[in-house]
């Protein structure tokens, strides 16, 4: 039997606020355990945790730019569940009343486009972290060490609808939402550092069938690539036990990445009952119109209506596309075409060698002392013909790494083109004269042999001729 | 009304006395009852609350302050390692 697949995600993402969700704490990765702790984030007897306003801001934009409903009243409620990294024995979310509903994010697999609808956004707090004893995870340990330096960090969670058709549509999804996240400055979404986390409830159903199949929750997604491979390994095993006349069982499962299979978990708490009510201790959040407003405004430009503005600029879909899913690039392609620059080029060398120097040296462009006029200066240089491609990337390079401006390396290093054609001519003769075998086989009709000749007088220059230039000059020279 | 006072004990992590259990049962049983007649007013006209009190939007601006309290809190766990709690075995198998 044929069967189709149903995915719906839901994905956390820890918020870039300075400080946790209810309390005053430093809301930072990589401290001391056990330091950014306080008596609300802990829980103690008669604390009053205080929400937030920052984080309800930026799960307002991204609600807005998820084409969600912001909702006029939205409570948070306690969520019940015992667990060692949960000191207060609840974790503070919404329930009933989230913070928006009803959206859609468009995403294109494999030229397809599709809208996925959002169930919901919501706020809650996230919970601590443990470190297992005795064994690498949770499974097998004898003991386990509890930090609550991330307890109480806040937590946006965006639920989508089960629209999601197969684990490929799931990691589009799931990386474009990314994306967008990222491009909101809402949170860094580093799968594997944990600030942005993708639960999955996987069902399938015979092809035409209306209704849904049981489905499984897959915990324990790691990466962006163990996304489809998650969903592949389940996706595989419903259909194996569906094929052979079997029931899928309603659980949680976790995925190992080194096996590339889940597994129920074992010892798992009897069904859910989360026993939620009321947070007494918060009021409603109801965001003022003229809140949402303001936050709306700030959104501006969306990734896929700047990719549609950059590929309008001439920029092949592919690179705006890259520029877009790094605002800081998109950003400084904007600026150095505002001073002259041509879209195109300016992609070209964002992409490539730029991207490639900070990979390389693990640093962000904002921080080289680069800024889009250098860039665009280059640019003008190497339009002139005052720079040849080859130097003008020595140049670059050479900006980079030590931050002077480019006319300053250029005028110091005197690695500009040579202009004057009665000296290009000079070596382009000196060039022959030392080749004679070479000039032979071009006399001789090898006419590729030119490539080796041109190479020789860019030796001779130190890459300071225009190529061009260099071929018409031996030309002239061979007589 | 009368309440499963094993499923709720379980959920809350209580383990009780048979006396316990029956003294609850008759208390959260009382309490249900209290629930249901407010059941049979008419509410047609009330909107839903979630709060007694007529307050909304209580929020604070983002600004972190260093942590105090910390070693107080720290001595609440029986069991210091690394400056960590320790914590038995979470899930047995
Ligand atoms: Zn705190």
New binding site residues.
Partial sequence: MDYETVIGLEVHAQLLTAS?M????PNQFGDKPNT???????GQPGVLPVTNKKAVELAIKTALALNCTVEPSSVFARKHYFYPDLPKNLQISQYELPLATKGHLEIEVDGVKRKIGITRVHLEEDAGKLVHQGAARIMGADSSLVDYNR??TPLMEIVSEPDLRSPREAAVYTETLANLLRYLAVTDAKMEEGSLRCDANISLRPKGEAKFGTKTEVKNINSFRAIEKALLAEEKRHEEVLSEGGKITQETRFFDDVTETTTGMRGKEYAHDYRYFPEPDLVPVEPPRTWVAEIKATIGELPWQRKARFVGLSVAGEAAQLLVNDKPLADFLDAAVKLGAKAPTVANWLIGDITAYCKENKKELAGLNFPPAELAELLTLIEKGTLSNKIAKEVLFTALQTGKPVKEIVAASGMTQISDEGELLKIAQEVVKSNPKQVEQYKGGKEAVMMFLVGQMMKATKGRANPEAATRLLKQALG | MRIDVDHVARLARLGLTEAEKKLFADQLAAILDLAASLQKLDTETVPPTAHAIPMKNVLREDKASP?TDVEAIMANGPVIEDHMFKVPRIIEG
């Fill in positions: 946790k209810f309390c005053s704490c950014n702790i306080c008596p609300v984030c802990t307890t109480g | 942590c």
